[in-house]
């Protein structure tokens, strides 16, 4: 029985919490969050917003920074290293579609899951369905990447800024409960995203204690030259 098999029974009785409180209000409410962090354009976004003003520049450079991290260490490290299967797929190994990217690799982890699931686990096999509340990702399951880009984000920015950290990370809790909610993710894939995600900002934090003074003076001669231009196109 691998890692993941033996937190298979704590994460189902997650599944089983959530599925009793799902109802077309927390559906639309938990999609809208969730949707939010598709591909971390909205941290990134907010990252950008911040690092051309001069008073939350520092923000806005350690959330992007951190976000950088949270790319190589989620995606091109951790996902590849765990290769865990989404639960849709492990509980409905046919679901997945002949196209897909990882689909022998992903279909033999799943078949193999299925054969190998525990009691409880084994259950979820005939009576699992996918509540369809957003399309199934195609990527790796484990760490979560929209709780991780959320943490790291906003974590960094807590660091310099309570004020937009503070609400930033609350909702970055709510963030990954939300990928549980719309089960695209177990529970401990949400856990460890937000641990990671967490690593990954005071990465970025002390990446910009060296990296800000070169970036603030940069950005200062780029607004200077633009700033001109403004004026005479006035």
Not at 103 to 126: I, M
């Amino acid at each position: 029985m691998d890692i993941f098999s033996s937190f298979l029974n704590f994460d189902l009785s997650v599944f089983e919490w959530v599925q009793s409180i799902q109802n077309p209000v927390l559906n639309m409410i938990f999609k809208i969050i969730t949707t939010l962090g598709d591909d971390g354009i909205l941290f990134i976004l907010l990252g950008l917003i911040f690092l051309i003003t001069k008073k939350f520049r520092k923000v806005g450079l350690a959330m992007l920074v951190a976000l950088l991290v949270m790319e190589v260490g989620n995606n091109l490290i951790l996902k590849e290293l765990f290769a865990r299967p989404r639960p849709f797929f492990v509980f409905s190994p046919d679901a997945i579609p002949a196209d897909h990217k990882y689909f022998e690799v992903l279909y033999e982890k799943c078949a193999e899951n299925v054969k190998n699931l525990p009691e409880l686990a084994a259950e979820w096999v005939d009576t699992y369905r996918f509540p369809d509340i957003v399309h199934m990702p195609s990527s790796w399951s484990f760490p979560s990447g929209h709780t991780s880009s959320a943490f790291a984000a906003m974590v960094a920015a807590l660091w310099y800024n309570k004020k937009i950290g503070i609400p930033g990370t609350i909702f970055a809790f709510l963030m990954g409960f939300s990928r549980i909610y719309v089960e695209v993710h177990y529970c401990t894939d949400v856990i460890a995203g937000a641990i990671v995600g967490v690593v990954y900002a005071l990465i970025g934090v002390l990446i910009v204690k060296f990296l800000f003074p070169v970036v603030d003076k940069i950005i200062d001669k780029v607004m200077e030259k633009i700033k001109p231009k403004k004026a005479e196109n006035a």
